[in-house]
Every structure is written in C-alpha cells, then in structure tokens.
C-alpha cells in the first residue's frame, strides 16, 4: 500500500529528509523544488514504512487506500507526476535504500568548533523567523533571542492560514517546541523602530536575523478604492484570525455578492471562509467575533476575478480542488469571454485550467447572484475581468470590470483585493521600495555586518510555510560563514543588558512563560465552548492572560 502527499503539503521537505528510498520528489538538489506545488510520492517505489508520514509536520501524508472522498484525487496527482520521463534528476536516485540524498543543512563548514559562542537576535517569529531559530539551535551552540512586536508568538501560521486548514495550523506545534528551549530568550510585544532601534540589537548580539514578512498589499490604483466595503484581503484574513490590529474593522456582509480580487490561494481562502458553513467554521479556531459576523451573513455569491485567463491563475491545483468539496457551495466559471473556454477545453489533465474542465459554465448576472442549482452558495470563477472602478456613495455597490473590450458593472457590497502582500521597510535597515525587500547577499544586509534577511522580507511574497525553510538554511549558513571567518561585529552589550532594556522601554513584554499562559487560556476558552481554542484577539487581552497565568506560577 502506497502513501499519497495531499492537499495541505507544506514543501518544507522533512518528509525528503526521512525517506529511505528516495521517493519523493522534486528534492530540494533538484531544479524543480521550490517551484511546484507540492511535493509527490513515487508509488512504485514507495515501500510503505510511513516515515514520511510520522515525519510531515502539517498531516499531508496519508496511506492511498485510507484517503477521505475528497482527497482520493491526490492518488493519480501523485502518480501523474512521475509519467513525465523527462523529470529533473540530480543523478542521486537509487534502486534501494539511501538515508544520505538529503539531509540538514550543512552550513558549509565541519563543526560549529570553528567559531565562539553566537549571541543571535531572530525577529520575527513566523515560519522563516523559527526555521532560522531551529537551524541554529540544532545545528550550533547559539544562544537565540526570539522578538515579536506581537505579544504573541506565530507570525503567518497564527494569523495567515486560514482556520479550516488545521493541519497547516500545525506547523506551529513543531515551532513551539522551540519556544522553551534553554538557550532561547523570548521578548514578545517589542517592535524594532519603536521600542529598541536596529543598533540597540546589533550592540547586545552578535547577530540579527530579520524576518519580519510582508505585512501590507498591494493596492489596484483604481477610482473609488478607498470606499468602506473596499478592503484588502490581508486585512479581512487578520480580521477572521483575531489579529489584534484588525478586531475593530470588521467587514460589512449585508449584501448578497461579495467581489474577490486576485487568483492566488489567498483569493480562494477568503472566498471559501464567506460561502463556508458557519456550523462548520465553529468547530476551528476562526475569531468569535468573526464567527458571529459570518452566521449573520448574506452573501450568497463570491466572484473570484482574474485578469487574465485560468491557465495563468497562481492559485495551487489542491486548493481549487478543495473548493469542489464544500458541502452546498457549488463552483462555476463564468463564461462571458470565448478565451475562457477555449483555454480550458485545451488544457491538459494536469494543467489547473484542466481542474475546471468539469465544472458548470454560467453567465454571471450584472446586478445580483443569480438563483443557485441546487446549491445555497456559489463561488463564481471569472477570468479577463480587471476591475476599473469602484462604485457607490458611502459603500460599494457596483465593481465595474473589463468584458471582453467593453465593461460590465457587478453589484456587490463588499470588494477584497487579493493581489499580493508587499514588505514594509524597516527603520534602519536598507529598503528597497521596487520590490518590497531588504536588499542582500545570500541573506546578508547590504552594507551592514551582522544583520541577515529571511522570509518575504528577503525574497518578496512568493512560497508557502515550506519554502521558508530552505531560505532560511541559506541565511543561517551565511551568517556562520560569516562567523567562521571572523567578521562579524563584537557585541557591546549581554543579554541580561537587553533584557533591561527591552523591559525599560515596555513594560508588557511577553516572555516565554507568559506565552505559554495565552495559550492555556485560549485552549480553556475553546474547551468551554467546543472548540479547539478561542484567540484571545486584543493586544489587552493577550498581556492580562500572560501575566495572570504567571502569576498563577508564583503563587503555587
């Protein structure tokens, strides 16, 4: 029985790492890695001892004859993968077993031996952030000091993914371990710029890596955008993850169609999270007020707009599956534009466009969701649209869109635009305003010794929780390179020195204990009330669970 990689592959390839027979594909040596949409098994070569399984830190890995209904097609996607003859080798595979084609990073040198003890700041405590930790807490004897301007640890794995992808949420499980470790120093709630400036954390560490993300978006430049009812995505996924920044904007969902900007995965979680059941979302760890918005809903309707047509689309194969599973949602491709079906009837099997091959074409109706077949909602595909302006005094009423030469006006009362996260600059770091980066070498900060980049602040917006992995294993080596041939810059100050300074210039800050006591207060809300965790979702309420649960400590 051969084991299959699903829908929630993360592409962080730990499941390479343990393979004994190298089955799985495209390894990180190979072209192709980083580049596809997830990672496949090879089921003539799979000899089923489930390593790769125990191994994934997101539960992607299954046994093919165990896969739910809605996951069955992941059996032929892996399969399909390795017709192709002409697959990308690095000459490495073998017929037997092999345990060495990869494995950890080696950093380009013999033993951490080559250099002293390491004083290392990692700001930022999302996946590239905590990859970067792990490397240097397994692989060195540093000491690593984890900073957050958030009271709360998770970056992207808390207030990214989207809450009916639990299994995701779980790479934040093997993030945690982390958290406690003897030679980790916590300091959540402080903001680099704010708090303490780029200096200070240079003066007290022999190194900074920064791995702050992408924390804005992209904006479409057109008339009326700045209308309530006009949002970003990112701003409405933090709001249904009870980012604290985001709790009082809420989103206005009176009005039966809802307008989606953008064809990435970002595009399809908001849509799904709008059509999704609320019974449904109850039982994840969605925001309560989120959770309550969306029981009173009435979109019916979610147009998903593309510029251009469905064989350009970024969204991942496996997530616009996903969408044809939802219970009582039915998606359909809107087919005003002849180019639409002409791409889609020329795609191949397993082209994305070849996903929509089966799916029910429809003309979606100017003014208001026309009446469903059978279904209670509806996600509406809808490529060569571009938006032009938006419409209504007070709110949205109309997004007027391209059709096909001319222009078509859709009633709706909510527009989100998906169309990319975009990094903001750091005070005191470099900043390249084209692109929305740090500028650097190998991770190392232009100009600035002993400062290092990793995540979407060092590449821009593209990769899932995985790809943050190998970025950050380039980083990490740069700087023990960096380590190794003495240049990086002596450090001032100790860590007893900035753990007084952090708590002089703010009084809240959250330490490991204190986040070890958020997270038993949700985890006690959630159990009241039949969920996994209900999120604590002001900055406020963060700080009071830290500090009562540590005072809960000393008085025992």
Same mark, same amino acid.
């Given at each position: 029985?051969?084991?299959?990689?699903?829908?929630?592959?993360?592409?962080?390839?730990?499941c390479?790492?343990?393979?004994?027979?190298?089955?799985i594909?495209?390894?990180?040596?190979?072209?192709?890695?980083?580049?596809t949409?997830m990672?496949?098994?090879?089921?003539r070569?799979?000899?089923?001892c489930?390593a790769?399984?125990?191994?994934?830190?997101?539960?992607?890995?299954?046994?093919?004859?165990?896969?739910?209904? +809605?996951?069955?097609?992941?059996?032929?996607?892996?399969?399909?993968?390795?017709?192709?003859?002409e697959?990308p080798?690095?000459?490495?595979?073998?017929?037997?077993?092999?345990?060495?084609?990869w494995?950890e990073?080696?950093?380009?040198?013999?033993?951490?031996s080559d250099?002293?003890?390491?004083r290392?700041?990692?700001?930022g405590?999302?996946?590239?952030?905590m990859?970067?930790?792990?490397?240097?807490?397994?692989?060195?004897?540093?000491?690593?000091?984890?900073?957050?301007?958030l009271?709360?640890?998770?970056?992207?794995?808390?207030?990214?993914v989207?809450?009916?992808?639990? =299994?995701?949420?779980?790479?934040?499980?093997?993030?945690?371990?982390?958290?406690?470790h003897?030679?980790?120093?916590?300091?959540?709630?402080?903001?680099?710029?704010?708090?303490?400036?780029?200096?200070?954390?240079?003066?007290?560490?022999?190194?900074?890596?920064?791995?702050?993300?992408?924390?804005?978006?992209?904006?479409?430049?057109?008339?009326?955008?700045?209308?309530?009812?006009?949002?970003s995505?990112?701003?409405?996924?933090?709001?249904?993850?009870?980012?604290?920044?985001?709790v009082?904007?809420?989103?206005?969902?009176?009005?039966?169609?809802?307008?989606?900007?953008?064809?990435g995965?970002?595009?399809?979680?908001?849509?799904r999270?709008?059509?999704?059941?609320?019974?449904?979302?109850a039982?994840?760890?969605i925001a309560?007020?989120a959770?309550?918005?969306?029981?009173?809903?009435?979109?019916?309707?979610?147009?998903?707009?593309?510029?251009?047509?469905?064989?350009?689309?970024?969204?991942?194969?496996?997530?616009?599956?996903?969408?044809?599973?939802?219970?009582?949602?039915?998606?359909?491709?809107?087919?005003?534009?002849?180019?639409?079906?002409?791409?889609?009837?020329?795609?191949g099997?397993g082209?994305?466009?070849?996903?929509?091959?089966?799916l029910?074409r429809?003309?979606?109706?100017?003014?208001?969701?026309?009446?469903?077949r059978?279904?209670?909602?509806?996600?509406?595909?809808?490529?060569?649209?571009?938006?032009?302006?938006?419409?209504?005094?007070?709110?949205?009423?109309?997004?007027?869109?391209?059709?096909?030469?001319?222009t078509?006006?859709?009633?709706?009362?909510?527009?989100?635009?998906?169309?990319?996260?975009?990094?903001?600059p750091v005070?005191?770091?470099?900043?390249?305003?084209?692109a929305?980066?740090v500028?650097?070498?190998? +991770?190392?900060?232009?100009?600035?010794?002993?400062?290092?980049?990793?995540?979407w602040?060092?590449?821009?917006?593209?990769?899932?929780?995985?790809a943050?992995r190998?970025?950050?294993a380039?980083?990490?080596?740069?700087?023990?390179?960096d =380590?190794?041939?003495?240049?990086?810059?002596?450090?001032?100050?100790?860590?007893k020195?900035?753990?007084?300074?952090?708590?002089?210039?703010?009084?809240?800050?959250?330490d490991?204990?204190?986040l070890a006591a958020?997270?038993r207060?949700?985890?006690?809300?959630?159990?009241?009330?039949?969920?996994?965790r209900?999120?604590?979702a002001?900055?406020?309420?963060?700080?009071?669970?830290a500090?009562s649960?540590r005072?809960?400590r000393?008085?025992?």
């Open positions: 029985m051969t084991y299959a990689i699903t829908q929630t592959c993360c592409n962080d390839a730990t390479v790492a343990v393979c004994p027979v190298n089955c594909h495209p390894t990180p040596e190979e072209r192709a890695f980083g580049s949409e990672l496949h098994i090879d089921p070569a799979c000899i089923d489930g790769c399984a125990d191994a994934c830190p997101v539960d992607a890995i299954f046994p093919v004859d165990a896969l739910p209904a +809605g996951q069955r097609e992941y059996a032929e996607i892996n399969a399909a993968y390795y017709e192709d003859e697959r080798s690095t000459g490495d595979e073998v017929d037997g077993p092999n345990f060495h084609v494995g990073p080696a950093f380009g040198r013999s033993l951490p250099f002293g003890p390491l290392v700041a990692v700001v405590t999302g996946p590239a952030g990859y970067a930790a792990q490397d240097l807490l397994l692989h060195t004897a540093a000491e690593v000091t984890l900073i957050d301007r009271p709360v640890a998770g970056g992207l794995v808390r207030y990214g989207a809450p009916d992808h639990p =299994a995701t949420k779980k790479a934040g499980d093997t993030f945690s371990r982390f958290h406690s003897p030679r980790v120093r916590m300091h959540l709630g402080i903001e680099v710029g704010r708090d303490v400036t780029v200096q200070e954390l240079a003066a007290h560490h022999d190194a900074v890596i920064y791995a702050v993300g992408a924390s804005t978006d992209r904006r479409l430049g057109v008339p009326g955008e700045d209308s309530p009812g006009c949002l995505a990112t701003s409405f996924v933090a709001w249904y993850n009870a980012h604290p920044e985001a009082a904007q809420g989103a206005d969902l009176s009005a039966e169609r809802v307008v989606v900007v953008g064809n995965n970002v595009a399809l979680d908001v849509a999270i709008l059509v999704a059941d609320p019974e449904a979302l039982g994840t760890d309560a007020h959770l309550e918005a969306l029981r009173a809903s009435r979109v019916r309707e979610v147009v998903v707009l593309g510029r251009r047509g469905p064989g350009d689309a970024a969204y991942t194969r496996s997530e616009l599956l996903a969408l044809k599973h939802l219970p009582d949602v039915e998606l359909v491709v809107d087919d005003h534009d002849p180019r639409t079906g002409a791409a889609i009837d020329a795609a099997a082209d994305r466009a070849g996903v929509l091959r089966g029910p429809v003309r979606t109706e100017a003014a208001s969701p026309a009446p469903g059978g279904a209670d909602r509806r996600i509406v595909l809808r490529f060569h649209s571009e938006p032009v302006e938006i419409l209504g005094e007070g709110g949205v009423r109309s997004v007027r869109v391209t059709d096909g030469g001319g078509a006006d859709l009633g709706a009362g909510l527009l989100l635009r998906a169309i990319g996260y975009r990094g903001l005070p005191g770091l470099p900043f390249d305003e084209a929305g980066t500028p650097h070498e190998g +991770g190392r900060v232009a100009g600035l010794p002993g400062s290092y980049v990793a995540g602040i060092k590449r821009g917006p593209s990769g899932g929780i995985g943050n190998t970025c950050a380039e980083t990490v080596g740069t700087l023990l390179a =380590a190794v041939a003495g240049t990086l810059p002596a450090p001032t100050g100790d860590a020195a900035f753990r007084r300074l952090a708590h002089q210039r703010n009084r809240r800050v959250v490991a204990r204190g958020i997270d207060a949700e985890r006690e809300r959630g159990r009241r009330d039949g969920r996994p209900v999120k604590l002001t900055v406020e309420e963060l700080v009071a669970a500090r649960g005072l809960l000393l008085t025992r």
